[in-house]
């Protein structure tokens, strides 16, 4: 098996992993460390959390800044707990 990714790697490569574009090998490098790690865990999440509310509501990719406006938003309610 490949070397272990970092978290900057699985941050890149989460929508390669989240579209189903990731050959086999690279999804079990990515799904590893995500397994293994917390905050990549997180960030899984939300990515998720992002796509399911733009299927409800849009039916369409949202676009750049209103990704980082909802991201934001997610990382303040989550630490707020």
Do not use: N
Not at 8 to 29: K, Q, W
Not at 34 to 60: V, Y
């Amino acid at each position: 098996m490949p070397d272990m990714a970092d978290c900057g790697d699985v941050y890149e490569s989460l929508f390669e992993l989240l579209d189903g574009e990731a050959t086999p090998e690279r999804r079990a490098v990515l799904r590893a460390h995500i397994e293994a790690c917390p905050g990549c865990f997180t960030q899984l999440g939300i990515e998720e959390e992002i796509r399911e509310l733009m299927r409800r509501c849009c039916c369409a990719h949202a676009p750049v800044t209103l990704r980082q406006k909802i991201i934001l938003r997610l990382r303040v309610e989550r630490y707020r707990g």
